[in-house]
Nanobody
Framework: QLPLVESGGGLVQAGGSLRLSCKAP???????????MAWYRQPPGKERELVAI???????NYADFVKGRFTISRDNAKRMVYLQMNSLKPEDTAVYYC??????????WGQGTRVTVSP
């Protein structure tokens, strides 16, 4: 079973919204609750970059290019992380990856979900 499973990607017009979801089916609750969770993205032909991170205390940090448009959140009881993306731009086109940094037990990646924003 994969450690992280993303969903919610797709094709959307500029100005539209999408909500990405990430489930951590192999994390027991205590592990998930204490883990940093993040979303990264890799635009076509570019390096992977951090989009947003949410810590166990629910503090968040965002890349400048998404501030005010994207919101990361987590539901510990469901072992889920979300990325609400509003006011999407063509430059947001990328494969979005869920990332988990477990306390004292490594880092994990999802397989990615593709987001395409048309002009």
């Amino acid at each position: 079973q994969l450690p992280l499973v993303e969903s919610g990607g797709g094709l959307v017009q500029a100005g539209g919204s999408l909500r990405l979801s990430c489930k951590a089916p192999t994390s027991i609750l205590s592990v998930f609750n204490s883990a940093d969770m993040a979303w990264y993205r890799q635009p076509p032909g570019k390096e992977r970059e951090l989009v947003a991170i949410i810590n166990p205390d629910r503090s968040t940090n965002y890349a400048d290019f998404v501030k005010g448009r994207f919101t990361i959140s987590r539901d510990n009881a469901k072992r889920m992380v979300y990325l609400q993306m509003n006011s999407l731009k063509p430059e947001d086109t990328a494969v979005y990856y869920c990332f988990q940094r477990r306390q004292n037990s490594g880092t994990y990646w999802g397989q990615g979900t593709r987001v395409t924003v048309s002009p």
